[in-house]
């Protein structure tokens, strides 16, 4: 059974970090590329970063670029997503998401609230 839990979440300030783990399971993780995604309140889903299975390449949305840095341990089975200088727009649920032919996955996501 292919399982992604998020942790990591929480309430933070503007400005301020975050750091969010996804820990895998059921799954090859080697072998598949990870993705975080963001769904702030009255929005659709946002892309925000993917990363390569390998680990060496990664893509971000012009949003977050220069801010989010998302990176992964193979062995570990976790994916990680490092958020600084955070603003209210971040606000939302953090889901990871990673794909196996053509059937996506995603776990319950982690709520990320920046505000004063």
């Known amino acids: 059974e292919v399982q992604l839990q998020a942790f990591g979440g929480g309430l933070v300030q503007p400005g301020g970090s975050l750091r969010l783990s996804c820990a895998a399971s059921?799954?090859?993780?080697?072998?598949?590329?990870m993705s975080w995604v963001r769904q702030a309140p009255g929005k659709e889903i946002e892309w925000i970063a993917m990363?390569?299975?390998?680990?060496?390449?990664?893509t971000y949305a012009s949003s977050v670029k220069g801010r989010f840095t998302i990176s992964r341990d193979n062995t570990k089975k976790i994916v990680y997503l490092q958020m600084t200088s955070l603003k209210p727009d971040d606000t939302g649920v953090y889901y990871c998401?990673?794909?196996?032919?053509?059937?996506?996955?995603w776990g319950q996501g982690t709520q990320v609230t920046v505000s004063s």
């Open positions: 998401h990673t794909k196996r032919g053509l059937t996506s996955y």
């Open positions: 059921g799954f090859d993780f080697s072998d598949r590329a």
């Open positions: 990363i390569n299975f390998g680990g060496d390449d990664a």
